[in-house]
């Protein structure tokens, strides 16, 4: 089972674009340690594989590979696009799909790179402050703050200062969008 810790951490590591200078930076453990733990020269020990565990936001048993318990709930597997983590929360085919999506801590803030696909997004900030670029717009927004756009304007999502992010994501096909109200009363006809 600890034989798998090391291509877990090297894949986690290279998903989310880091360096082991990167992660040394941010945990603390040393770049030579990370290379060791990654390349299977070094075993996993605890003392190592928590502050790992806190940066990449993945829970220690699923860093170590252990296996499941009796658990009855379903556990979304998570993919890593772009250096951010998707957390799947639905699941049904077409319509509306909701995300929970974790940018990780970074030395620097990365490097913006828009892109562009069919679609429509609304997404609310749940912790960090996070750069959004919608077309020639760059916007900041903090915990609390909510955004829609269409994602055939280029588009990018990142930190705003280096800091974790974690924020809610619905995303539908061309023309679904979200909508909130503020007035529970609007839009109610007059009786």
Same mark, same amino acid.
Request: aromatic share 6%; net charge positive.
């Given at each position: 089972?600890?034989?798998?810790?090391?291509?877990?951490?090297?894949?986690?590591?290279?998903?989310?674009?880091?360096?082991?200078?990167?992660?040394?930076?941010?945990?603390?453990?040393?770049?030579?340690?990370?290379s060791r733990l990654e390349s299977g020269q070094r075993r996993a020990?605890?003392?190592?594989?928590? &502050? =790992? +565990? /806190?940066?990449?936001?993945?829970?220690?048993?699923?860093? %170590?590979?252990? @296996?499941?318990?009796?658990? $009855?709930?379903?556990?979304?597997?998570?993919?890593?696009?772009?250096?951010?983590?998707?957390? &799947? =929360? +639905? /699941?049904?085919?077409?319509?509306?799909?909701?995300?929970? %999506?974790?940018? @990780?801590?970074?030395?620097? $803030?990365?490097?913006?790179?828009?892109?562009?696909?069919?679609?429509?997004?609304?997404?609310?900030? =749940?912790?960090?402050?996070?750069?959004?670029?919608?077309?020639?717009?760059?916007?900041?927004?903090?915990?609390?703050?909510?955004?829609?756009?269409?994602?055939?304007?280029?588009?990018?999502?990142?930190?705003?200062?280096?800091k974790a992010v974690e924020l809610l994501v619905l995303f539908g096909?061309?023309?679904?969008?979200?909508?909130?109200?503020?007035?529970?009363?609007?839009?109610?006809?007059?009786?």
């Amino acid at each position: 089972m600890l034989d798998a810790v090391g291509p877990r951490l090297r894949a986690l590591r290279r998903d989310r674009g880091l360096t082991l200078a990167d992660v040394a930076a941010v945990t603390g453990v040393s770049e030579s340690t990370l290379s060791r733990l990654e390349s299977g020269q070094r075993r996993a020990t605890l003392e190592l594989l928590l &502050p =790992l +565990s /806190r940066m990449y936001d993945v829970p220690l048993d699923d860093l %170590v590979g252990a @296996p499941r318990t009796g658990d $009855p709930r379903i556990h979304l597997k998570p993919v890593t696009r772009f250096g951010m983590t998707f957390v &799947p =929360l +639905s /699941r049904r085919p077409g319509g509306v799909h909701a995300f929970k %999506v974790i940018i @990780p801590a970074r030395p620097k $803030p990365a490097e913006p790179t828009p892109q562009t696909h069919e679609g429509f997004e609304w997404l609310y900030v =749940l912790t960090g402050r996070l750069r959004l670029l919608v077309g020639e717009r760059d916007l900041t927004l903090s915990p609390g703050e909510a955004a829609e756009f269409d994602t055939s304007l280029p588009h990018w999502l990142g930190s705003a200062d280096g800091k974790a992010v974690e924020l809610l994501v619905l995303f539908g096909l061309q023309g679904v969008r979200a909508h909130l109200r503020s007035d529970p009363r609007a839009g109610r006809d007059p009786a």
